[in-house]
């Protein structure tokens, strides 16, 4: 095993600045802002490009503390999945049955034994109808070849019955890629224990995935989250948004406005303020031949005698690198800001709030979605 790093000795280059830039820990953002930061501008963010320069470059100990910082501070960042499935009529009492629930050991639950450990395992918590399965992991740093640090980072999975509805609707919590996954099996668990006692329909939780939307779907949707809910949130600015061409913009219309991005551009990261109005977004046109990966909207909001500003970012995740037909969508409030000084207990119930406002947002802009699908089918018909 090599040494640890000494920051205050060393200055890492080389090999070594390109194994920890190319880990899946550091995102393509942190290289190319640290780039940046060094006097290097390029068009391309990818990390094909940004790698090598910044690996050809030497790293300051404080621009390394700097990098390794934000990557922690971003994957430490609660993050919100949801997801549901069908209960049988007259099927029996779902949180009952879930006090029984045989949760899975740590070495089943577990995605890399070396590199995580549970400090609180999962648990069931009951209250109010609705249950909870908190714990946390210790995590080894992905760093730890240069620094001795462990992280702990938090996971959750809540279920609670959706109003009169026949449907159990699972809320996913999770602070990093080990927490993502454990409540994938968590809730999969779940889903399969209730199905065999005859209180699920299926032991399949429905999920909104890339998969669910065509590109013209899925650009219409994520416009459609800038809406408003009416006595909480204002209508939303979008602050930044990530696409990829489809086929490297090959398909791309003859138009002024495109055709120059046609085989040269894969991808682009616009940010700016009221983005809702450029023409990527705001043409229908042009929604076939791309598709959004994320985008970040700020929305005001009031609250009682709470008022202020907070941003959402939305984006697709699952397993494995990239995006898939089969990642989910992911949802996470980045920033919160207050107009007025408030307490913590006014905050975190605003939080709870906003959070469930947004979560209303995304299930009613997918199930008009899905309406307008039906729609057109049966016109098609």
Request: charged share 30%; net charge neutral.
């Amino acid at each position: 095993m090599r040494s640890k790093f000494d920051l205050d000795a060393s200055i890492l280059s080389g090999g070594e600045l390109r194994t920890l830039l190319n880990s899946d820990h550091i995102s393509y953002g942190e290289v190319h802002s640290c780039l940046k930061k060094k006097g290097v501008f390029i068009g391309r963010s990818d990390k094909s490009v940004t790698v090598p320069l910044l690996s050809a470059t030497l790293l300051t100990p404080t621009e390394f503390t700097d990098l390794i910082e934000a990557s922690v501070d971003r994957e430490s960042q609660p993050k919100n999945k949801v997801s549901s499935i069908d209960l049988v009529p007259g099927g029996g009492d779902w949180v009952a049955s879930l006090r029984d629930l045989p949760l899975s050991t740590k070495s089943d639950l577990s995605v890399d034994h070396e590199a995580i450990d549970f400090v609180t395992m999962p648990h069931v918590e009951i209250e109010s109808g609705k249950v909870r399965i908190p714990y946390v992991i210790n995590k080894k740093d992905y760093s730890k070849e240069w620094l001795e640090r462990e992280l702990e980072f938090e996971g959750e999975v809540s279920i609670e019955k959706k109003g009169n509805a026949l449907v159990l609707e699972f809320s996913s919590t999770h602070s990093s890629k080990e927490t993502e996954e454990i409540n994938r099996k968590i809730v999969n668990q779940i889903s399969k224990f209730l199905k065999n006692n005859n209180i699920a329909m299926s032991s399949n939780p429905r999920a909104i995935t890339f998969g669910s939307f065509s590109n013209i779907e899925r650009v219409r949707f994520f416009k459609r989250l800038t809406a408003s809910v009416q006595g909480r949130l204002d209508l939303g600015k979008v602050d930044n948004i990530e696409i990829s061409l489809v086929n490297s913009g090959a398909d791309l219309p003859n138009d002024p406005e495109v055709s120059w991005m046609k085989r040269v551009v894969k991808g682009l990261r616009i940010s700016g303020e009221k983005l809702n109005d450029i023409f990527l977004i705001n043409n229908e046109k042009y929604y076939p031949y791309y598709s959004i990966q994320k985008m970040d909207v700020d929305y005001g909001f009031k609250f009682k005698a709470n008022e202020g500003q907070c941003r959402f970012c939305f984006s697709f995740s699952g397993p494995g690198k990239g995006v898939s037909e089969q990642s989910e969508l992911v949802f996470s409030c980045v920033n919160l800001r207050f107009k007025n000084r408030v307490n913590e207990f006014a905050k975190k119930e605003t939080s709870k709030v906003i959070h469930n406002s947004i979560k209303d947002l995304i299930e009613e802009k997918y199930q008009l979605m899905l309406k307008e699908r039906e729609k057109d089918k049966r016109v098609d018909d």
